[in-house]
């Protein structure tokens, strides 16, 4: 049986590296970004941003929510006081739920000696897998300063999906005796569908191909795009249980999991075949 396409459903930059990856891999892979990235835009989250970015060595960690997360903090004009050199000198930790975030990190000039992420075979990558590996950093008083990223919708919707994994971060940290705030450093959006993209959408909602889902709110949008569309001959493979459980609640008749890992995409794909 011939293997099946997969739409990639990740940002564009980040779609196009899965795509290549896949297609090395003899998969017939096509990117369908279902969420669109920029700079924050919101004069009161960028001035913000900047005092995180001046106070840097006030931090025991910076923990990185996506690898957007960490290009975005890093890309601003302003000069930033956190670089290749003074990361080590002001012993400030850079967590990452993921390898795709930590290779983010290391792309913007941090060490990788100060990163810090899961085990490289944790059952997922995230924030549960990544607290196992550097709760014994936090102590009292120690600041961890979350960067990540917000909904552009007006009334913030999905907020509360995207940010389960690091609310439950900051709940395991202040329960540490440590300190946590947050700041904004990119924005996500609904992306448009040109009549190509929805044509594709349509075709692949019942062809057999696979999704692969790595957002709960990329399931959000693509519900939105089409919401005539029956998802009930449509199958998933999601890169985490709660982007499962997005994935049922939308209609999709076939749902499976696999861990974000490129080796592990592969051979759930090729064993659903």
Not at 109 to 138: K, N, Y
Not at 167 to 178: V, Y
Request: aromatic share 6%; glycine share 8%; with cysteine.
């Amino acid at each position: 049986m011939p293997l099946p396409r997969v739409i990639v459903t990740r940002p564009a930059r980040e779609a196009a590296h899965w795509v290549d990856q896949l297609s090395a891999h003899g998969l017939d892979a096509v990117a369908l970004p279902l969420i669109g990235i920029g700079p924050c835009t919101d004069p009161a989250a960028q001035q913000a941003l900047a005092q995180a970015r001046a106070r840097l060595a006030g931090y025991r960690a910076l923990m990185f929510v996506s690898g957007n997360a960490a290009t975005y903090f890093f890309a601003s004009k302003q000069p930033l006081p956190l670089d290749r050199q003074a990361l080590p000198a002001i012993k400030t930790r850079a967590w990452a739920p993921g390898p795709g975030t930590a290779a983010a990190l290391v792309q913007a000039g941090v060490p990788p000696s100060q990163i810090d992420g899961p085990a490289p075979d944790a059952a997922q990558f995230d924030s549960e897998s990544l607290w196992q590996q550097v709760h014994g950093q936090i102590g009292a008083g120690d600041r961890v300063l979350i960067v990540r990223g917000r909904s552009a919708t007006p009334d913030g919707a999905h907020e509360s999906v995207q940010g389960t994994g690091r609310d439950w971060l900051a709940q395991q940290i202040t329960a540490a005796g440590g300190q946590v705030d947050f700041v904004v450093a990119y924005q996500r959006g609904a992306p448009t569908f040109h009549a190509a993209e929805r044509a594709l959408a349509q075709q692949a909602a019942q062809d057999g191909s696979v999704w692969l889902l790595s957002s709960s709110e990329a399931v959000a949008h693509l519900a939105q795009a089409l919401p005539g569309q029956t998802w009930a001959a449509a199958q998933a493979l999601a890169t985490h249980p709660r982007i499962a459980q997005a994935a049922r609640a939308v209609g999709f008749g076939t749902v499976r999991e696999c861990r974000p890992a490129l080796a592990d995409v592969v051979a759930s794909i090729e064993s659903g075949a």
